[in-house]
């Protein structure tokens, strides 16, 4: 084995499995890959492990939509404290979002990727990408690309930017600053929604995908045209079409922590905000009670993705995760992010998972290795 895939950090006694599945996905790997992995159970953890070039324990990298994790468990604390009804209308909290047929909309639906308005007519430049509300101004103004709740599509820039203008009109703060007082700073979790200038030696910049001949082919071919609705989605209709692999490289977008894609994270930061969420960590509460977890992970949107072109299932801001896991309990929640990383809870089992990875993986989203590494994590907190 290769010096470069031997996995650092610890595992808890009953866990020496994980170490295993880790290093031999390191091993697969084309050389200079490198990854992070953690995990929780019932707020202590079991697993601390990285490996492969320049990675440390404590390196940070951007973690695309698993963003959306942290910034919707904001909005779960705030339905939970009677801040935000689930079944009012956007406009109510936000009148301007009424335009276009748009006034109906409740934030059950928003939530649930329903509203019909993933992207902007005609682009946004990278300065606006990285300010939640230049993208919220722009988008209460669209026009939707289908009826508001008849079907669902993957807001994958755009939903962190409108659940935030909500939270913002409600609190008079931003999703960042919420996330930041109630949530990473006092409980520690190294995973950063706008990263202090500070903390930038730690970064460490996502590297591109390296595919093969073979998958550069399935990638040209699923690839939408810029004013599709993928394309709309993702930006590609601006006359500088966004590079999704190189967001989180851009200072502007780490600075500001746009709540659909700019979080910064490593993979104990990633676990530890869902071992807070549902068993609470260094002797603090948990942040959601079972029945506030249990309904933010119940589905509501289940079916063809419009965006993607494929089968998903979501819950209220969290992906459905035991549809791709089905060894999951049935109300795990969490979110994968574009480059490979994934996180989520199984409060079944009280299992909180945090993976990362540097090179972007192919084709995008949850890394084909995650299956086996949440798999043998999820059996030894069984104990299996």
Same mark, same amino acid.
């Given at each position: 084995?290769?010096?470069?895939?031997?996995?650092?950090?610890?595992? !808890?006694?009953?866990?020496?499995?994980?170490?295993?599945?880790?290093?031999? &996905? /390191?091993?697969?790997? =084309?050389?200079? *890959?490198? !990854?992070?992995? !953690?995990?929780?159970?019932?707020?202590?953890?079991?697993? #601390?492990?990285?490996?492969?070039?320049?990675?440390? !324990?404590? @390196?940070? &990298?951007?973690?695309?939509?698993? %963003?959306?994790?942290?910034? *919707?468990?904001?909005?779960?604390?705030?339905?939970?404290?009677? &801040?935000?009804?689930?079944?009012?209308?956007? @406009?109510?909290?936000?009148?301007?979002?009424?335009? *276009?047929?748009?006034?109906?909309? %409740? /934030? =059950?639906? /928003?939530?649930?990727?329903?509203?019909?308005?993933?992207?902007?007519?005609?682009?946004?430049?990278?300065e606006e990408l990285a300010d939640d509300r230049v993208i919220a101004e722009r988008l209460a103004a669209q026009r939707p690309h289908w009826r508001p709740g008849t079907a669902f599509g993957y807001h994958g820039l755009s939903i962190g930017a409108l659940t935030g203008e909500v939270v913002r009109r409600v609190t008079g703060l931003t999703m960042q600053e919420v996330y930041e007082t109630r949530? =990473?700073?006092? *409980?520690?979790?190294?995973?950063?929604?706008?990263?202090?200038? #500070?903390?930038?030696? =730690?970064?460490? #910049?996502?590297?591109?995908?390296?595919? &093969?001949?073979?998958?550069?082919?399935?990638?040209?071919?699923?690839?939408?045209?810029?004013? @599709?609705l993928v394309g709309v989605t993702f930006n590609l209709n601006h006359p500088v079409p966004t590079v999704l692999e190189a967001l989180p490289n851009h200072r502007v977008i780490r600075e500001k922590g746009p709540a659909s894609v700019g979080g910064m994270a490593s993979a104990r930061g990633l676990a530890k905000l869902y071992a807070a969420a549902i @068993?609470?960590?260094?002797?603090?509460?948990?942040?959601?009670?079972?029945? %506030?977890?249990? #309904?933010?992970?119940?589905?509501?949107?289940?079916?063809y993705d419009l965006v993607g072109r494929f089968h998903s299932a979501i819950g209220l801001g969290f992906a459905a995760v035991s549809d791709k896991f089905p060894f999951l309990g049935a109300r795990s929640f969490g979110h994968s992010g574009a480059a490979g990383s994934m996180a989520f809870a199984d409060p079944s089992r009280g299992l909180a998972f945090g993976y990362n990875r540097r090179r972007y993986a192919f084709p995008g989203g949850a890394a084909p290795e995650t299956a086996r590494l949440a798999q043998v994590v999820h059996a030894c907190a069984a104990g299996r």
């Open positions: 084995m290769p010096e470069q895939a031997i996995a650092q950090g610890t595992v !808890a006694k009953g866990y020496e499995a994980v170490r295993e599945v880790f290093e031999a &996905t /390191l091993a697969e790997e =084309r050389s200079g *890959h490198a !990854a992070q992995l !953690a995990a929780y159970v019932d707020g202590q953890q079991v697993v #601390d492990l990285w490996g492969g070039p320049e990675i440390g !324990a404590d @390196s940070l &990298t951007g973690v695309f939509s698993s %963003t959306k994790g942290a910034a *919707h468990l904001v909005v779960a604390m705030l339905v939970q404290d009677g &801040t935000l009804d689930l079944d009012e209308k956007v @406009s109510h909290y936000w009148p301007e979002f009424a335009a *276009h047929g748009k006034g109906g909309v %409740t /934030l =059950r639906e /928003l939530l649930a990727h329903r509203a019909g308005v993933p992207g902007v007519d005609g682009g946004l430049t990278l949530v =990473r700073a006092p *409980h520690g979790i190294d995973f950063y929604m706008g990263l202090p200038e #500070d903390q930038e030696h =730690r970064v460490l #910049d996502i590297q591109p995908m390296d595919p &093969t001949p073979e998958q550069k082919q399935q990638l040209l071919e699923g690839a939408g045209g810029p004013e @599709s @068993s609470g960590v260094d002797g603090k509460e948990p942040l959601l009670t079972p029945d %506030t977890a249990a #309904d933010f992970a119940q589905i509501h949107s289940v079916g």
